[in-house]
Structures are given as structure tokens and as C-alpha cells.
């Protein structure tokens, strides 16, 4: 039986212990891979991973935990390995080019920032979404402290006729790009 992490109670929903071990194993299999070599995991692929629940799984807020630490070490390798392919330059570069865009979208008027949803379906609340983005133009234009893990915790309410989720989850996953990239 595996004890990387702890697990829920048999009555209470964790994430699937196969899924976890195996992306595990995965991720160390990428970590260790030389320059040049294909990885299916990235920092990127770390964010965006999910799994699937079941009654006695491994606790969800020990492996969210340990997925950020994990995406974190991913993008410092990643970033060492594209200064030595790239230069420095061009990999901040690439990261202002990124926060440029994210600055365009947020420049736009309040609740008409991202697309919206029909008013039959429920979106992000406009109202916080546009109060969070502005702390990110704070942050980016005037250096205001602002952590990963601020970008990665937010939580907005839903509104009937809201953003459009993931167009806004999108922008958050740039700003976290950028944040890593010029850690």
C-alpha cells in the first residue's frame, strides 16, 4: 500500500491513487531527463493536471501542496535550460511579451475585460474578477508585491451571465508563466 501522501477517510472523497503515483513517476522520469530529450511534463502540464476522485484517495490539499512546489522546481529547470539554449534576453523576452498581453486584457474597460457567458449560465462574478485584476496591473506596472500563490488561490464568486471561466483561468495561468519565469 502507498504512503506517499496522506489519505481521506473511506468516506470521504481524495484523488485517485493510481492516477497521482503514475503522474509521479512520470514527473520524475521528465525531471531526469537530459536537454533535448521529449518530457510529457512541464511546468505548464503541472498546472493543469487533474484526477480523478475516489472514497479513501490521497488527501487533496497534500498533493495540490506538493503539485506547486513541483511546478515550481519544474520552472526553475526550465528556465535554466532556456537560458542555456536562448540567452537570458530573449527568455525575459518572451516573458514581458506575455505580461504585455496580460496587460492588454486587463486594460480594458471594467466587466467587459473577457467574454462573457449567456445569462442562462454561470460564469466568474465580473466584479471580482476585474477587483483581482486590478491588483495584477498594480503588480506588473508598479512592482506591487504579489505571490504565486495569490494568482494560483484566487477564487471568484459566480454570477449568472459572469466571465467566461476559462478564458479568465487562462489569463491566470500566463500570469503565473510570467511570475516563475522571472523569479
Known amino acids: 500500500m502507498?504512503?506517499?501522501?496522506?489519505?481521506?477517510?473511506?468516506?470521504?472523497?481524495?484523488?485517485?491513487?493510481?492516477q497521482v503515483e503514475d503522474f509521479l513517476e512520470e514527473a520524475r522520469r521528465a525531471y531526469g531527463a537530459q536537454p533535448?530529450?521529449?518530457?510529457?511534463?512541464?511546468?505548464?502540464?503541472?498546472?493543469?493536471?487533474?484526477?480523478?476522485?475516489?472514497?479513501?484517495?490521497?488527501?487533496?490539499?497534500?498533493v495540490d501542496a506538493a503539485l506547486e512546489r513541483l511546478e515550481?522546481?519544474?520552472?526553475?529547470?526550465?528556465?535554466?535550460?532556456?537560458?542555456?539554449?536562448?540567452?537570458?534576453?530573449?527568455?525575459y523576452g518572451r516573458a514581458r511579451q506575455t505580461a504585455q498581453a496580460v496587460l492588454d486584457?486587463?486594460?480594458?474597460?471594467?466587466r467587459h475585460r473577457f467574454k462573457r457567458v449567456?445569462?442562462?449560465?454561470?460564469g466568474y462574478h465580473p466584479k471580482d474578477v476585474d477587483v483581482f485584476a486590478d491588483r495584477l496591473t498594480l503588480y506588473f506596472q508598479d512592482g506591487k508585491p504579489m505571490s504565486v500563490d495569490e494568482v494560483r488561490k484566487v477564487a471568484f464568486r459566480t454570477k449568472r451571465g459572469g466571465y467566461h471561466e476559462p478564458q479568465v483561468d487562462l489569463l491566470l495561468d500566463a500570469v503565473v508563466d510570467v511570475m516563475l519565469a522571472v523569479r
Open 2 to 18: 502507498s504512503t506517499t501522501f496522506p489519505r481521506t477517510r473511506n468516506s470521504k472523497q481524495g484523488y485517485d491513487i493510481d
Open 36 to 62: 533535448g530529450e521529449p518530457v510529457i511534463v512541464t511546468a505548464d502540464s503541472i498546472r493543469r493536471t487533474a484526477f480523478a476522485m475516489q472514497k479513501g484517495g490521497y488527501s487533496p490539499t497534500h
Open 72 to 91: 515550481d522546481a519544474f520552472a526553475v529547470r526550465e528556465r535554466e535550460r532556456a537560458f542555456a539554449e536562448v540567452g537570458d534576453a530573449a527568455w
Open 105 to 110: 486584457r486587463i486594460d480594458r474597460p471594467l
Open 118 to 122: 449567456n445569462i442562462f449560465s454561470l
